[in-house]
């Protein structure tokens, strides 16, 4: 297939992308948020194991998320700010990732993870309304899950569980959350999951929840994860009435991760504390270590009590056009440019 007829099979997902980003802007625009723009060369990119930046010379590197400076406005007075973002990320290539993609995060001082949770809500309903989709979405099988090919719903509230209770159910083990490597390797093989000797803690949890969670996840209608353990929250304030696990959640629908959410931390000697584990982490495993943003812990201090959530734009339209491929609802895929 030639460009051309490439670019006219992907004409009404095109179509489709802008219709859809109107209609978000206007939630946003209706909630009273200012959008904003913060910078796409930085030289802190995050700390986070799991995520590799790419260079963009002088010491700088392309966004991974534009969560820093976000925050830092939020610090600065803009209590309720939307921003649509250009995002890169080295390595991710493949049906639901691009080494370039669109995030769209905001942020709530003064707002609870409820908020976000409705916020989510009210958005995915009003993406699906914009193209025709309202109340169910069409699931491909390529991305269907347990379920395979089906309708999700998308009326009503989402369906909510905890980390904690997802695991008892499907993989028939307890988490606290405190639990040594070698106790976090016995928990995978006891969920029927094959783990190296020498895995660690993170790489043992997303190994069993990738295994026997997530294909569970959003099949009737979408679910918010709630509850995370500790240490896969290092942005993320501890719950006050259970510290072995933070604010966070994850929003799955349709076989697809579409947002992530934090009631943010705000204490910069905790904060510290985190991206310096999260750096001993990469040097051991022989990651790339990027700086420590300095400004954005000198900024928390300020910060109002905040929650933040970043939710990929093109797996939201992956969700309402029934998307198999994130390359269908994008112009050019990386290797297209």
């Given at each position: 297939m030639d460009e051309r007829e490439r670019l006219?099979?992907?004409?009404?997902?095109?179509?489709?992308?802008?219709?859809?980003?109107?209609?978000?802007?206007?939630?946003?625009?209706?909630?009273?948020?200012?959008?904003?723009?913060?910078?796409a060369r930085v030289f802190?990119?995050?700390?986070?194991?799991?995520?590799?930046?790419?260079?963009a010379g002088g010491g700088r590197y392309l966004v991974t998320s534009p969560e820093y400076h976000m925050k830092r406005l939020v610090a600065g007075g803009l209590p309720r700010i939307v921003q649509f973002c250009r995002c890169?990320?080295?390595?991710?290539?493949?049906?639901?990732?691009?080494?370039?993609?669109?995030?769209?995060?905001?942020?709530?001082?003064?707002g609870s993870l409820d908020d976000?949770?409705?916020?989510?809500?009210?958005?995915?309903?009003?993406?699906?309304?914009?193209?025709?989709?309202?109340?169910?979405?069409?699931?491909?099988?390529?991305?269907?899950?347990?379920?395979?090919?089906?309708?999700?719903?998308l009326d009503g509230p989402f369906e909510r569980a905890t980390v904690r209770d997802l695991l008892r159910i499907h993989a028939g083990v307890d988490l606290r959350g405190d639990e040594s490597e070698a106790e976090m390797r016995e928990l995978a093989t006891r969920a029927g999951c094959r783990v190296a000797p020498d895995a660690a803690w993170d790489d043992v949890f997303y190994q069993v929840f990738l295994d026997r969670i997530e294909p569970h996840l959003g099949t009737g209608?979408?679910?918010?994860?709630?509850?995370?353990?500790?240490?896969?929250?290092?942005?993320?304030?501890?719950?006050?009435?259970?510290?072995?696990?933070?604010?966070?959640?994850?929003?799955y629908a349709g076989g697809l991760e579409l947002?992530?959410?934090?009631?943010?931390?705000?204490?910069?000697?905790?904060?510290?504390?985190?991206?310096?584990?999260?750096?001993a982490c990469r040097k051991e495993r022989g990651k790339a270590v990027y700086p420590i943003d300095e400004k954005l812990l000198d900024a928390l201090p300020r910060m109002p009590p905040t929650c933040g959530i970043a939710m990929g734009f093109d797996r939201l339209l992956m969700l309402v056009v029934g998307a198999s491929s994130i390359r269908e609802v994008m112009a050019f895929a990386h290797d297209e440019a």
């Open positions: 006219a099979a992907r004409r009404p997902a095109l179509e489709a992308r802008a219709t859809v980003l109107r209609a978000v802007r206007a939630y946003f625009e209706g909630q009273g948020f200012l959008e904003v723009e913060t910078p802190s990119p995050g700390q986070e194991v799991h995520l590799d930046a790419l260079p890169f990320r080295a390595e991710e290539d493949g049906p639901f990732h691009q080494p370039e993609f669109t995030m769209v995060e905001w942020y709530r001082a003064g976000l949770m409705r916020d989510c809500e009210a958005i995915v309903a009003a993406a699906a309304r914009a193209v025709g989709k309202w109340p169910t979405a069409d699931v491909p099988a390529r991305r269907g899950g347990a379920a395979g090919v089906h309708g999700l719903a209608r979408p679910t918010f994860v709630l509850d995370w353990p500790v240490p896969l929250g290092a942005l993320a304030r501890r719950k006050s009435d259970d510290p072995l696990t933070v604010e966070r959640f994850e929003l947002a992530n959410a934090f009631g943010e931390l705000t204490d910069p000697v905790e904060q510290r504390r985190r991206f310096q584990t999260e750096v």
